[in-house]
């Protein structure tokens, strides 16, 4: 397969979280906060060493064919299949739909909208650009393949994992903010957040993460503030390309509470919490982050995540009233399980999923949240809602 390197663009294989090292894999997050960084990360698309400009591009195979990961630059070049099939672009377009919500709080009522959308109480819904086209499946590679890239322009922080076909047709792409497990890297998770950006998904990733939330909230602002000032700027790479009124933020273990304060943000319209919860968390994180959520949250739990599985399931119980809310666990599934399947397995589907729903207004997969008959209710999941 053939790739083009876009001129311009410093790309690199984002970060991985530390502890629970397993020969030839990248570090899985702590489960406890850890001040244990990586010097270097491995991916299915090469070793690259942190600072190395890199190139990696994960491209939809054409007739359905598996998805080609190819790595340039950095330490070496090589390429992986990451396996799944691309997702197909053809057919109907889904609504795109949101609301402005100037930090008000949701209301349940208001997140059943027809567009499929979380609704603020201010009630102003917002158009930008093309809708994402239509899926068939948010577990299988979507079809606008992935590029990651190595440094965001003014924020070293942070990596891009980006769509390949970027602003194609004039699409404006939906942003996730992510921030990783304790003592980890984005590399960790490339799989989950690669995914996302082959659904259309502009994913501003933070490379390395310490032990300590405090430090993590500040980079999840400071990813924020610059997709918003990117989106805005006539003189950005990314310039009429990204859609600042649809921002989500997400994260994992110490990713995941960290998310929690940086939900607040009243540019935030959605928010996925993995395998960490407020609720009688001993890390000295503020439980009344939790009062903060004003738009649509998921809580994402393994099954098999004794320490997380109550404070996950509290956050739902203690969570305001007025906003909407899944909780989902996954039988079998530990702290660091699944980020290693292709495309993230059940992880992937949930988040895209999820992002679809809440910031692309794509109405076909409330199903999936909607319980007690939603799809992500019957094995391997179990899952509640309230307010979808």
């Not at 997050?29 to 890199?54: H, K, L, Q």
């Amino acid at each position: 397969m053939q790739t083009q390197v876009k001129a311009g663009l410093l790309l690199l294989v984002a970060v991985a979280c530390g502890g629970g090292n397993q020969p030839g894999a990248p570090a899985a997050p702590s489960v406890e906060p850890s001040a244990a960084i990586m010097p270097s990360v491995t991916s299915a698309a090469g070793s690259v060493s942190a600072g190395t400009r890199a190139m990696t591009v994960v491209e939809p195979a054409a007739n359905g064919g598996s998805v080609a990961m190819v790595s340039r630059g950095g330490s070496g070049a090589s390429a992986a299949d990451s396996g799944g099939s691309a997702g197909s672009a053809a057919g109907s377009v889904a609504t795109l739909s949101d609301s402005a919500n100037a930090g008000s709080t949701a209301s349940a009522g208001a997140a059943a909208s027809s567009a499929g959308a979380a609704a603020s109480t201010a009630g102003a819904a917002a158009q930008a650009g093309p809708t994402l086209p239509a899926i068939d499946d948010p577990g299988k590679p979507g079809p606008f393949g992935a590029e990651i890239v190595a440094s965001a322009p003014g924020l070293e922080t942070h990596g891009l994992f980006i769509p390949a076909k970027l602003g194609e047709n004039g699409q404006k792409h939906p942003i996730i903010v992510w921030t990783n497990g304790a003592g980890g890297s984005s590399d960790f998770y490339n799989n989950l957040l690669s995914h996302f950006a082959s659904h259309g998904f502009f994913v501003v990733a933070d490379k390395m993460s310490g032990g300590n939330h405090d430090p993590e909230i500040v980079e999840q602002k400071a990813g924020i503030e610059w997709a918003i000032a990117q989106a805005a700027s006539s003189d950005s790479p990314y310039a009429g390309k990204l859609d600042a009124d649809r921002i989500a933020v997400a994260g994992h273990s110490l990713g995941s509470i960290s998310s929690f304060a940086s939900a607040a943000h009243p540019s935030v319209k959605a928010s996925i919490h993995w395998s960490a919860g407020l609720t009688g968390n001993p890390v000295g994180a503020d439980e009344a982050w939790l009062q903060g959520l004003h738009a649509p949250a998921a809580f994402f739990c393994g099954g098999a995540e004794a320490r997380a599985l109550p404070r996950c399931s509290g956050d739902f119980d203690n969570a305001p009233a007025s906003v909407p809310i899944f909780y989902g666990t996954v039988e079998g599934v530990d702290h660091t399980g699944v980020y290693g399947e292709p495309n993230a397995g059940e992880w992937g589907r949930a988040g895209v999923a999820w992002f679809r729903f809440t910031l692309a207004g794509d109405e076909s997969l409330r199903e999936y949240f909607q319980a007690p008959d939603c799809t992500l209710c019957s094995s391997p999941w179990m899952g509640k809602s309230r307010g979808i």
